[in-house]
């Protein structure tokens, strides 16, 4: 019996207490955003260290000016020394009142379709994902002793309230933490059946639009037909960002996007996603996105532009005939591949202050730069995981872009240098922020597996 | 000596006492729009009813679900029979911290540059322009015992607030109301010595736009690229209402518009009226109108579409990345010559309808919907009114057309069947609608002259 034999055959062995060991940290309600839960955070992190302290990992508290970071330490096998991510941090469980059973009184349910779930806030996001990983360690460290690779554990407690201080302390400790790779467990499968490997994250550069053009509210009637009115300059400029076919028309948008490998394309492609599936889960039936693109290329792998919100003039009941001083609009893009959002960005105010009469004014203010991430398709990390996670689960792994951020994904690119592998086991039916939040206990099993699976991979 | 300049001598004569009675109205505070002042409204249509009643009108209050209408009935010389409309209601006087002197304690004032001036509120809108119309009937009966002509005054008490029953009680009315002319006081002169005929008042199509996408407010990262946007789809119709020089784009919104005759069109080039002057009042230096027009036309005489409001998506502070469900729009449409607001109404809902994704939905509100009004350049009161104004005033009376509507003029049309002439002497420096309003001595005073030489030319 090989080495990853008998480690899985561990694995299934030991799954109760597994399940055991998750519902213990459900059980702590770590909400990070509210600061009534500031003593639970701890707890969660404690919880979490002294677990990884008992599979040999040192592992301990790291302050912060929020909450602590769980870093833990493991020498193991030959091989890329990996920086594991995950957070022990949940969503807020509001509205309390839709919970079926309270939230961080973790139980197994069976589905009307046999599937047999674990019911808790946190189930999947992120703890029983972060789990999969450590159960995966802990199999490994019983059965032979060690783990198969150096590993350290990067357990945040501020990922649901925008990790704002895991930032700083990447960057303060930079050197400590650049190693050859990371692995992140906090993403999605496909479906059921079909795992996933997310292979980029779209960028982000968000922008607000301010424009002035009279000093002040003018009368319509008085001044309509000759003072310029903002909301008309900004439906006529923001209405010229895309063209017919939902290419946005800024000059040297699209630099830095390139098409993807038509072995990936036709992964995609074999998905067999249409619009009507994707766009009718909210009542929409027709992309409008860039045509003769797969839906799934529009919202991964493409670059996009969205007006985030206007406003301006008179928007209460009824009628007020005014022609506003100002409007603001919110515009946002979506990055891919090797765009630059600093260009974007600079594309974008030039767009727009070349369309502004010389007698108006155009403000912008940045609330986001971010830029894309891309793991390269033929990234060994990236074709090890595939080929195990198809072994696992029976199913080819589909190479998938996510149509968000992870900022701190980025930095582990940008401050790091290091790629990283986003393996996950999510389903779309979890409930991920929602109350009755869940995870199938296959993906948890199956992600335990899967997870020993990669780790002996990369050793190899 | 002729009857005019008698009349003419007997109102320079008379204007201390004509002053003592502008004052004597102006010291009731008719602020119709609230509740709080309805016996002072009432008080201030007793009083117009009895200063009617002195000069030989059958003159009375008639009641309405609001403030009453001050209906008056002389007979007079033979010529057409006209209606004198004006208000005796004025505008809140808020905010009273900014007025010099109490507002409803009228002073006359002697301006830096030498002019003097009556402040109160309601100094010229419209008790003193009301009153330039009663105080020449007066002379004429001071003079020849009778009118020149037979008269039937309409002055309201709720024109601040909308005149919303007076719509009611001229079609309940229409027989009795249903004369040769009306005359209406409550325009302004072109500039201090030029007088100004306003022969056209522009309609009215006002809109309110709704367009729904996804069912939900959708995350971009999730859905951007593939979901429908609304704020895209709003800014990308509404921008297109325009086309490069200035004219909108929806077809047939120019049916029934026509050029100026020559010489009005000579006489308002010769004003001499530039966009810098126009707009540089407001902070604004080049006109967003049609191309090659005067700013005049632009204001007055020409059609426009404008954007009054939009809101949608996120407005608060910084970033939201959502793609909303739907946004809402507000447009109107100011109309001249012979353009049909219904016909405008359904060619904008047709425009925004044909541009619309078939998985979409837009839902029209309308809150306006009143026709350009619009004197024949040949009307031959309007003929005789302009030139006795250029023969009291020594300037040439321009014919101009006003940017705005006066809804209830529209109704003298439609529903009586009338012609309206309006004439008026405020400046625009009266600070109507703000503190200090105010009514220079000169426009009182020569105001009721031009009445008088009005009403004289009718009588021919």
Known sequence: ??????????????????????????????????????????????????????????????????????????????????????????????????????????????????????????????????????????????????????????????????????????????????????????????????????????????????????????????FGGAAQNPLRLMAKILGALWDDNGRVTIPGFYDGVKELPSDIKADLKALNLTEQQFLGQVGLKHSAGEKGRLVLEQTTTRPTAEINGIIGGYTGEGAKTVIPGEAIAKVSFRLVGAQDPVKVCDAFRAFVRERMPADCKVEFANFGLAPPLQLSFDNPALTKARTVLAEEWGHKAVAVGAGGSIPIVADFKQVLGMDSLLVGFALDDDRVHSPNEKFDLKCFHKGIRSWARILDALAQ
């Open 1 to 222: 019996m090989s080495t990853l034999d008998a480690v899985l055959s561990r694995i299934d062995q030991d799954f109760d207490q597994s399940i055991e060991r998750l519902f213990a940290l459900l059980r702590i309600a770590s909400v990070s955003t509210d600061p009534a839960f500031k003593d639970q955070c701890r707890a969660a992190a404690e919880h979490v260290a002294a677990d990884l302290r008992s599979i040999g990992f040192e592992a301990g508290l790291r302050p912060t000016e929020g909450h602590p970071v769980v870093v833990g330490k493991a020498k193991g096998g030959a091989g890329p020394r990996v920086l594991f991510y995950g957070h022990y941090d949940v969503q807020p469980v509001d509205p309390l009142s839709l919970w079926k059973t309270p939230p961080f009184e973790p139980r197994i349910e069976t589905l009307p379709d046999g599937r047999k779930i674990i019911v808790a806030r946190g189930a999947c996001d992120d703890k029983g994902q972060a789990m999969t990983f450590i159960e995966a360690c802990r199999a490994y460290k019983a059965v032979t002793g060690k783990l198969p690779l150096s590993i350290t554990t990067m357990i945040e407690g501020e990922e649901e309230c925008g990790s704002e201080h895991l930032f700083k302390f990447v960057r303060d400790n930079a050197e400590e933490f650049k190693l050859d790779l990371a692995l992140v467990c906090d993403t999605a499968m496909w479906n059921q059946d079909t795992p996933a490997v997310t292979t980029s994250l779209r960028g982000l550069v968000y922008e607000e639009v301010k424009v002035t053009c009279a000093d002040r509210d003018l009368h319509s009637g008085l």
